[in-house]
């Protein structure tokens, strides 16, 4: 178990610190309130009993969707602002999909379910077992629309900020359902506003990526596989037809388009980005 973890963790009754006993155990100093401890990683919360757990995967800056790549450059320009010595919580870090870009960083890894990867299992929308104003640096990427009651967990990083503390965020929003039935809603921009006006946050970058060829692609493979798989006879035949024929003049049409790119949803001409990504800062 990582030391910074014990130093920031307090027992929810009474506010008193906790002591590791042995390897199994977090007991309170004032209470004696106890919580698990399995494999070095502490059980605030247990498990969803409706997950379906990620398996591990490959992940870098030049792997996956053209979303995951924006990720990971919005990551990184974000973290040469950040002093190494920061305290950076990943929450929602599941397998660890970004850590590779944290390397060297001073991390704690939180997530509902107890991945192998994970420092510390907690759902903060049902508990919060840390100081408030303890962390500099909040990561909530690829999580918020997979957390029912997203309000309460707002509030929750909203206490464990410091001061000039950061909250940032990668949400998607015309990107299909994924890790059902763990997957809840999807927020404009104008509700990731309303997010901050509640919590006593402000927004220090707000923006979209905008990527239609990559929606071309998802629409195409949407009739090849759900809809072409089921017709019969001639519709079927004319069907994979027709689908080449707009499979070709996709490939013509992507050099002509150009890649996706990032651009403050106020100037964007589309109204369909993949995703936002922000950055939210304590007052």
Not at 269 to 280: E, F, K, M, R
């Amino acid at each position: 178990m990582k030391s910074t973890l014990l130093e920031i963790v307090i027992c929810t009754d009474c506010g008193g610190n906790y002591q590791l006993d042995g390897n199994e155990r977090l007991v309170c100093a004032s209470c004696d309130r106890t919580i698990p401890v399995v494999g070095g990683t502490p059980l605030f919360t247990l498990p969803p009993e409706n997950i379906n757990p990620s398996e591990k995967q490959a992940r870098s800056p030049e792997m996956g969707t053209p979303w995951r790549q924006a990720n990971w450059r919005f990551l990184a320009r974000q973290l040469e602002e950040i002093s190494p010595d920061a305290l950076i919580l990943d929450v929602g870090a599941g397998r660890g999909d970004f850590f590779d870009g944290l390397r060297g960083r001073n991390t704690l890894a939180l997530d509902v379910y107890p991945y192998p990867e994970i420092d510390v299992v907690c759902d903060l929308t049902l508990t919060n077992p840390f100081k408030p104003g303890s962390v500099d640096v909040i990561l909530l990427l690829n999580v918020l629309e997979h957390v029912y009651d997203s309000k309460a967990l707002f509030g929750a990083l909203a206490r464990l900020l410091k001061p000039g503390g950061r909250l940032l965020v990668a949400i998607p929003f015309m990107v299909k359902m994924h890790q059902i039935p763990l997957d809840f809603v999807r927020y404009t921009h104008f509700a990731l506003e309303q997010l901050a006006a509640d919590h006593g946050l402000e927004i220090a970058v707000l923006e979209g990526f905008y990527d239609p060829m990559f929606f071309l692609g998802e629409g195409i493979r949407n009739i090849q596989w759900p809809i072409l798989r089921k017709m019969r006879g001639w519709r079927q035949y004319v069907g994979r037809a027709l689908l080449l024929g707009v499979r070709f003049l996709a490939h013509l049409m992507e050099p002509v388009i150009g890649p996706g790119h990032v651009r403050s949803p106020y100037e964007a001409i589309s109204l369909a980005p993949t995703g936002y990504q922000i950055v939210y800062r304590k007052k």
